[in-house]
């Protein structure tokens, strides 16, 4: 089994910054990309950012220069710094990660989501 939980979303007035982790944890062999997405209501899911093993970087253009993610291989969690927030940052953001198991299984998995809520 693997489970992915994420922390640290809330409340925060615009412009201000917030920092999201997500920990995997279970039968890992090995953690190939994990992201963040994010999805409003009545909106559909969109990725947010991404970051494979080796580091590589890919961000929507809405966050571009404003968002950093960052991941610690050795603790298997991954990181979203989000500065400058804006109000259409609203939304459930979800951690998602492409691993293989220790049985030898390819899966792609999915946190329950954390709620980011940017008002004045």
């Known amino acids: 089994q693997v489970q992915l939980v994420e922390s640290g979303g809330g409340l925060v007035q615009p412009g201000g910054s917030l920092r999201l982790s997500c920990a995997a944890s279970?039968?890992?062999?090995?953690?190939?990309?994990m992201g963040w997405y994010r999805q409003a209501p009545g909106k559909e899911r969109d990725l947010v950012a991404a970051?494979?093993?080796?580091?590589?970087?890919n961000y929507a253009d809405s966050v571009k220069g404003r968002f950093t993610i960052s991941r610690d291989n050795a603790k298997n969690t991954v990181y979203l710094q989000m500065n400058s927030l804006k109000p259409e940052d609203t939304a459930v953001y979800y951690c998602?990660?492409?691993?293989?198991?220790?049985?030898?299984?390819?899966?792609?998995?999915w946190g329950q989501g954390t709620q980011v809520t940017v008002s004045s």
């Open positions: 279970g039968s890992i062999f090995r953690i190939n990309t």
């Open positions: 970051i494979t093993n080796g580091g590589s970087t």
């Open positions: 998602n990660a492409d691993l293989r198991s220790l049985n030898g299984y390819f899966g792609n998995y």
